[in-house]
């Protein structure tokens, strides 16, 4: 198990910038068609006076409220 972990740890450094510009840049067409909306959509449907944006680590939440 420890050589998986490591594979996707590895993986995770090396891919997390890229990932992270793609989704600032709004380059993911499925984030743009369908999840992000769906995000804010659920989001709001509770009418919340303030909301926390924890893990999703590329703060598109934040930014888009």
Do not use: F, H
């Not at 997390?16 to 769906?38: D, F, G, M, P």
């Amino acid at each position: 198990m420890k050589e998986l972990e490591l594979k996707l740890d590895n993986s995770w450094v090396a891919n997390a910038e890229a990932w992270t510009q793609s989704v600032r840049e709004n380059r993911i067409e499925s984030r743009k068609l369908v999840t992000n909306q769906a995000v804010r959509d659920e989001i709001i449907r509770y009418r919340p006076k303030r909301v926390l944006d924890v893990g999703c680590g590329e703060g598109w939440l934040a930014a888009s409220m």
